[in-house]
């Protein structure tokens, strides 16, 4: 018998390209045996690999919106080093678009996009490339629906990488422009702040404000970049402007860090405005800071200031300001139960700070220059 392996090795190739897939499946398994034992480690390699795309390209057929068998397919491929390979099989995955326009729907789908991008900046080392696949991605998501902050901020970032300060700039705001989100306005911010520029920064923080002015931590963060500025009257205005917002999502937080901030201050008599302006809010949402938080900023200010006065003087304007423990009682903090549960420690503190005050005397009257509220004038 004449051996011809080349002859019966193309016979095989051109039979498994030209047959229907669903019916090569067994002259798979016979090309499989044949190079195990006529070929060489590249070539069993090869049927391996030809019969791992034949898996693929079955699973795939079947559902195009299978986008884990696209990411299988693609490392695949990726393990061949074929950069045009790779490339026809990335371009194939991201034309199949998720059926509706929930974004739980394009989660898994926008991932192919950045895959590629990456593989054409890292892999095929080329820029050029990976810019117009973030362009493109970009352009494809409906915005107006949904957004994918990653999205922006690679493209950003790839700018950045190749030395386009205004392209990332660019984008980013074009970014805010048409779908603004929290991590987007905080990333342009550390951005900008990594570079030195203070103004852009402030100009960043104050759109961000603009947007989304119940933020507290927005508020927080936008105050501590004047505090690391030495800009105290700032810090302290924007700290007045946060606490005065009808609507914030944690008070308790911005209220804290306000007390906070002012007992760094030197000045000590202004270190108390900040309680005696939660006293006067206790009309507003903002009374929903718990009692414990109060607790632990009286103990402080006792320990800083004034000793066992202060804290006896702070607890009592706050266990005043809370009211009778009647269900009855009209006291401004009678219908929030997480504060009155908190009176029992509040009372027990109030009397071992009432009795330091008692052994110790009070302060220097000039430490409180400022009005104390009605029910303690």
């Avoid at 795309?53 to 393990?79: C, G």
């Avoid at 991008?117 to 696949?133: N, S």
């Avoid at 009286?298 to 006896?312: K, M």
């Avoid at 008692?358 to 220097?364: A, E, H, M, Y």
Wanted: proline share 6%; with cysteine.
């Amino acid at each position: 018998m004449v051996k011809e392996i080349d002859r019966a090795r193309a016979i095989y190739k051109y039979a498994l390209d030209h047959l229907p897939k669903a019916a090569a499946q067994q002259l798979y398994t016979r090309f499989v045996a044949f190079e195990k034992q006529h070929g060489s480690r590249e070539g069993i390699e090869d049927v391996v690999l030809s019969k791992r795309r034949f898996t693929y390209e079955q699973e795939i057929a079947d559902n195009p919106l299978n986008y884990d068998a696209w990411f299988d397919y693609i490392k695949l491929e990726e393990s061949t080093g074929n950069h045009d390979k790779i490339r026809d099989v990335y371009e194939r995955a991201v034309a199949n678009l998720p059926p509706g326009n929930e974004k739980r729907f394009w989660r898994r789908y926008i991932y192919l996009w950045i895959k590629y991008a990456l593989f054409e900046e890292l892999d095929a080392q080329d820029g050029d490339k990976a810019r117009e696949v973030y362009r493109a991605a970009l352009k494809i998501v409906p915005h107006a629906s949904f957004t994918f902050a990653k999205l922006w901020l690679l493209a950003a970032k790839l700018e950045i990488r190749t030395k386009r300060l205004p392209a990332a700039r660019k984008i980013l705001g074009l970014a805010l422009g048409t779908c603004p989100k929290d991590k987007l306005f905080r990333e342009y911010i550390q951005l900008e702040l990594t570079l030195g520029n203070i103004d852009r920064c402030r100009a960043l923080y104050e759109k961000y404000l603009e947007w989304n002015p119940a933020n507290a931590q927005a508020w927080l963060k936008y105050a501590e970049l004047e505090v690391l500025l030495a800009e105290s009257g700032r810090a302290r205005a924007l700290y007045e402007l946060a606490i005065s917002q009808p609507v914030l999502d944690m008070p308790e937080a911005l209220w804290k860090a306000y007390i906070d901030f002012e007992i760094a201050q030197v000045s000590q008599p202004i270190y108390f405005q900040p309680y005696f302006s939660l006293w006067a809010s206790a009309d507003n949402s903002h009374w929903s800071v718990h009692a414990t938080s109060m607790l632990e900023c009286a103990l402080s200010a006792g320990r800083r200031v004034g000793g066992g006065w202060t804290c006896s003087l702070l607890l009592g304007m706050l266990l005043l300001q809370m009211g009778p423990c009647t269900p009855e009682a009209s006291g401004a903090l009678s219908s929030h139960r997480h504060v009155q549960d908190e009176r029992p420690c509040l009372v027990a503190t109030w009397f071992h700070c009432r009795g330091f005050h008692v052994r110790c005397g009070p302060p220097s009257p000039h430490l409180h220059p400022y009005p104390l509220p009605g029910f303690l004038s």
